[in-house]
């Protein structure tokens, strides 16, 4: 089999990356081992991230709408961030994306990429062994998660700081009346530490409770019995008969937050999404478009060269680096701080706006001040963080 670009893995970004390449021209494969129980654990997004992927939320797949989130320390002290939200199911929206890459021309199959071999010949096309045969392509995407192998088996390294993965578990819970409520809530402190712990109301009795946690292994499932126990508790005001609280359905997962990108192009080969460090459900297909129209550009005018891909690098540096840079350096502040320390510096934000209009520079040197006013030393230590990378 041939085609000018296959994409390997049908997360968010693969599938705009085959969508995009598409779109602009080329024949695209898109290929996962598990296309017909895709099992992703993202389901809540915010208008102003989703804008960055050009992205309209679709009825098709969309379960509650959100008025904003409610940062949490773990006394439960709380900052309110207004944001329209909302949470989508994710098998549909899966399916949904999936359906627009197959009306835009790409061949979605099912498959394991299992070897990749060097570009070889006067094209310089890559050969991919998969458990549906040998692939040649212009390019190949790699696009299948923070655990992909593909990747590893060229020799790059995609992630900056691979030790920095928050690994994760969410659990989808039902109790009378918990999925209506209109507030993400983001919790951090020793429940969840390096990261975060999440509730987000789903609609009806539905919701999910997560915990994404950095530097304490793949294991955190105590971490999850922690927040469990917390939440039950913080909500028993409001609702009757917590200890009744029901677990549906349990993922794990990882997410790449703070890894940042390392090597993600070379000869005929891209990487994108969170096998390239690149976390987050709209900011990850937003970084696949881009993948995708730099690989379709390569694959036309054949030239699949390390140096004509790296122009997939520079835009995204170009629109992201900094935000993602900031994000670290922002974490690896937070991580330092005690419980006690995260309750001043929420019970100091508390009552204040967080957000601004205007650009991402505007909006984090807002945030900036609110939290240098809250905690003044948190100001050096993010400084330093930055400088660190």
Known sequence: MKCDVLVVGASPAGIMAAVRAAQSGTEVMLMDKNLSQLDHTANTLFEGMASRAGLQIDDCYLQNELDGMRILSPSGRGATIPARGFFIDRKRFDDHQLSIAKSAGVTVMPGEAKEIRPPSGDKARRSVS????????KVVIDASGVQSLLAAKTGLSPMR??????????AEIEHPGLGEEKFFQYWIGSMAPGWKATFSPAGGNRATLGV???GHGKDVQPFFSKFLNLFKKYKSSDYRDMDDLKIVSVKRGGDPIAVLPGEIVSDSLMITGGAAGQSGLAYGMRAGQICGEVAAEAAKGDDTS???????????????????????AALQTLQRLSDEEVDRLV???SGKRLVSEGSFLQKSLYAGIRVALARPRTVPELMWNMARG
Not at 161 to 170: F, K, L, M, R, S
Not at 306 to 328: D, K, P, V
């Open 161 to 170: 700081h691979p030790e920095d993965i928050a690994w994760a578990i969410e």
């Open 347 to 349: 019970g100091g934000l």
């Open 212 to 214: 994404f946690v950095r």
């Open 306 to 328: 390390q140096r004509f891909l790296a122009r997939y690098e520079r835009r995204w540096n170009s629109e992201f680096y900094w935000e993602y840079r900031m994000g670290r």
């Open 130 to 137: 998969t458990d549906q045969g040998e692939i040649d392509a």
